[in-house]
């Protein structure tokens, strides 16, 4: 799809955790398109828990959002759905930028509640933190109270100046997902497709073009020029990276190489006496021996280049 409509960049940002993020990352990568690496993770703010988006801007906001999202579980009982305290976001806030989510978030949910005050109160705490790296998301889908909580959002944007950033919830690639998605949604929270009390999205979560972002927002194109900025503030990208084995070694055996090499060549003549009755003094000269010992060497040499004798040891 990327390569096809020539995305320049383009966001994940699952929900509870980032196991998507390398592969999607390697793979928009190979096709021209920069990937933005988020997550969304549940916090809770006295009786209400609800989604707040994180994305990475740079090496050390990738960790700092990885750290969150494991504490997310960690933290909590067996029974408990992943979330964490809000207060939990305000500390080491480098390198992370935070949204303030959909009228279903965190934000939202207080929202239609009418706790106003509070919202405000956390808009203030959250803004002297990440400064410029808070963005309160206006958003156009025609999901219910979403004009009235636009409206709140604009009035605390200019109130205590926080920048506002023109987002759309994407669930699937064209409008023509939007019945599988509906389903989809009612198998998650067992119903059925024709009961009215139930969550259900409008038909606007599809990825949006260019075109129909600007002609949605063209109200607020301050709104526009943040979500075409915010790019340019993240330059990290997941990468794979060589496994990190634990080191083993001996002051009186040597090196791993050197013990693996010992006790592997043991291990042989060992067999060999307890297989073929055949005495270590006759091994030099015995052509079975000398087989199996080009094949040990040969599978010693690839396990040294690969550099797991340590691996190999531990186990053992």
């Given at each position: 799809f990327c390569k096809e409509k020539k995305i320049p960049c383009l966001g994940i940002s699952d929900t509870s955790n980032l196991c998507g993020s390398l592969e999607f990352a390697e793979n928009i990568s190979k096709v021209g398109t920069q990937p933005i690496i988020g997550t969304q993770i549940y916090f809770r703010f006295e009786d209400t828990t609800g989604l707040l988006p994180l994305i990475a801007l740079n090496e050390n906001g990738y960790k700092r959002i990885i750290e969150l999202s494991s504490r997310s579980y960690l933290e909590n009982d067996a029974l408990s759905d992943p979330h964490l305290d809000v207060k939990d976001l305000l500390i080491d806030t480098e390198g992370v930028s935070l949204l303030s989510g959909t009228i279903q978030g965190l934000f939202g949910k207080l929202f239609e509640k009418g706790r106003l005050d509070e919202i405000s109160k956390l808009y203030r705490s959250l803004s002297s933190k990440f400064n410029d790296n808070f963005y309160l998301e206006i958003q156009r889908h025609?999901?219910?109270?979403?004009?009235?909580?636009?409206?709140?959002?604009?009035?605390?944007?200019?109130?205590?100046?926080?920048?506002?950033?023109?987002?759309?919830?994407?669930?699937?690639?064209?409008?023509?997902?939007?019945?599988?998605?509906?389903?989809?949604?009612?198998?998650?929270?067992?119903?059925?497709?024709?009961?009215?009390?139930?969550?259900?999205?409008?038909?606007?979560?599809?990825?949006?073009?260019?075109?129909?972002?600007?002609?949605?927002?063209?109200?607020?194109?301050?709104?526009?020029?943040?979500?075409?900025?915010?790019?340019?503030?993240?330059?990290?990208?997941?990468?794979?990276?060589?496994?990190?084995?634990?080191?083993?070694?001996?002051?009186?055996g040597g090196s791993a190489d050197e013990i693996l090499k010992k006790d592997s060549l043991d291990g042989l003549k060992e067999k060999f006496l307890k297989v073929f009755k055949i005495e270590e003094n006759n091994l030099k000269t015995n052509d079975k021996f000398l087989k199996y010992k080009d094949r040990l060497d040969h599978e010693l040499k690839i396990i040294i280049e690969m550099k797991y004798p340590s691996y190999f040891l531990i186990v053992s």
């Amino acid at each position: 799809f990327c390569k096809e409509k020539k995305i320049p960049c383009l966001g994940i940002s699952d929900t509870s955790n980032l196991c998507g993020s390398l592969e999607f990352a390697e793979n928009i990568s190979k096709v021209g398109t920069q990937p933005i690496i988020g997550t969304q993770i549940y916090f809770r703010f006295e009786d209400t828990t609800g989604l707040l988006p994180l994305i990475a801007l740079n090496e050390n906001g990738y960790k700092r959002i990885i750290e969150l999202s494991s504490r997310s579980y960690l933290e909590n009982d067996a029974l408990s759905d992943p979330h964490l305290d809000v207060k939990d976001l305000l500390i080491d806030t480098e390198g992370v930028s935070l949204l303030s989510g959909t009228i279903q978030g965190l934000f939202g949910k207080l929202f239609e509640k009418g706790r106003l005050d509070e919202i405000s109160k956390l808009y203030r705490s959250l803004s002297s933190k990440f400064n410029d790296n808070f963005y309160l998301e206006i958003q156009r889908h025609g999901d219910q109270n979403e004009i009235a909580f636009e409206k709140f959002n604009l009035e605390q944007s200019l109130k205590i100046q926080i920048p506002i950033i023109a987002t759309n919830e994407v669930y699937y690639l064209t409008p023509d997902m939007h019945e599988a998605h509906d389903a989809l949604t009612c198998i998650g929270s067992k119903t059925y497709v024709n009961e009215k009390n139930r969550i259900k999205y409008s038909n606007q979560h599809y990825f949006k073009s260019n075109e129909e972002m600007s002609k949605l927002f063209s109200d607020l194109p301050e709104a526009l020029e943040n979500n075409f900025n915010l790019p340019f503030k993240c330059n990290f990208r997941p990468q794979f990276s060589k496994p990190v084995l634990p080191n083993i070694s001996s002051e009186k055996g040597g090196s791993a190489d050197e013990i693996l090499k010992k006790d592997s060549l043991d291990g042989l003549k060992e067999k060999f006496l307890k297989v073929f009755k055949i005495e270590e003094n006759n091994l030099k000269t015995n052509d079975k021996f000398l087989k199996y010992k080009d094949r040990l060497d040969h599978e010693l040499k690839i396990i040294i280049e690969m550099k797991y004798p340590s691996y190999f040891l531990i186990v053992s």
